[in-house]
């Protein structure tokens, strides 16, 4: 009994399939994501009023926003953040994954729930169980006691606020990273391993030469994903802090937020389009990541 052959697609055909699979998601991006953003930019060019109605301005509120030195504060602020947060949180997230993969599936499974739980908590109950730890008589200043430093003013402190608030950032996404740093370093041939160790190559020359370049593009996801959610953080030092001291620990989303709430008129408007500089701001650096680092295939086992 011979069945009939399946009829294979032509180019035409398949082009237009490949279209109306693509479409639902087209159409959602649409909806959801091109046309508020076409709609916020329109609206950043006129005078909002909630009771009054709007006036064409043009650029004038970009010319502010560009204009105030709290802005490009912020985000000096949240560039510092930044370059704490993603890599130690990085590089730590690499160790714990190292130290899972050799563990048996009990013990890893077992520590694959830990490593995660940060994950689940609510930022609120990270800040305040932080915010006691850096208390005078909380666990932060008891170490230092115990070398005979302190007590330290970590939140009040210029120069170790952000430092304080980077601590529990990293400690929240740590669970995530690690997890992903675990599945791409198991993705990895153990046959690349052995062979190098029959060669002589130690722990660190095996992370160089093989642990890291077949991880490239794990890494060059999280540090990408890790720099747009680093400067998008509010809830830390909005909980911490409150921004200070002395607008020190005002990320720019924390900026914006401030500006939104400001009671001066058409603050929405200059809050919207502070907003809409970030994105600039962030897209450009993803941009260029990506140049600078190109990805490549995944590595088959």
Avoid: C
Avoid at 21 to 39: K, T
Wanted: aromatic fraction near 12%; avoid cysteine; charged fraction near 10%.
């Amino acid at each position: 009994m011979s069945g009939k052959k399946p009829r294979r697609l032509g180019g035409r055909e398949q082009t237009r399939t490949a279209y109306l699979m693509i479409a639902p998601m087209v159409v959602l991006l649409g909806i959801f994501v091109f046309w508020p953003l076409v709609y916020s930019f329109w609206l950043s060019l006129h005078k909002i009023n909630f009771y009054l109605g709007s006036q064409f301005v043009g650029f004038q509120f970009y010319k502010l926003v560009l204009e105030n030195p709290q802005f490009w504060k912020s985000l000096k602020v949240g560039a510092y953040y930044t370059l704490i947060v993603v890599p130690v949180g990085m590089i730590v997230a690499l160790l714990i994954a190292s130290f899972i993969k050799t563990l048996s599936s009990r013990m890893a499974a077992y520590m694959k729930t830990t490593v995660y739980v940060p994950t689940v908590i609510s930022t609120v109950v990270t800040s305040v169980l932080f915010m006691l730890m850096y208390q005078n008589k909380g666990v932060g200043n008891w170490l230092l006691g115990l070398i005979n430093i302190g007590p330290v003013s970590f939140l009040n402190s210029p120069t170790l606020v952000i430092p304080s608030i980077a601590l529990p950032g990293i400690w929240l996404g740590l669970g995530i990273t690690t997890l992903i740093m675990l599945a791409g370093l198991l993705d990895i041939p153990d046959s690349y391993y052995e062979s190098a160790m029959l060669d002589g190559a130690g722990f660190i020359k095996r992370t160089v030469f093989i642990t890291l370049p077949l991880l490239r593009n794990v890494l060059l996801y999280l540090f990408v994903t890790g720099i747009v959610g680093a400067l998008q953080m509010v809830d830390l030092p909005l909980i911490m802090t409150q921004g200070g001291p002395a607008g020190t620990s005002t990320t720019p989303n924390l900026f914006i937020f401030n500006s939104f709430r400001d009671t001066t008129p058409f603050a929405q408007s200059f809050s919207l389009t502070a907003a809409l500089l970030l994105f600039v701001v962030l897209g450009t650096v993803s941009a260029l990541v990506f140049r600078l680092i190109n990805s490549e295939k995944a590595v088959d086992g």
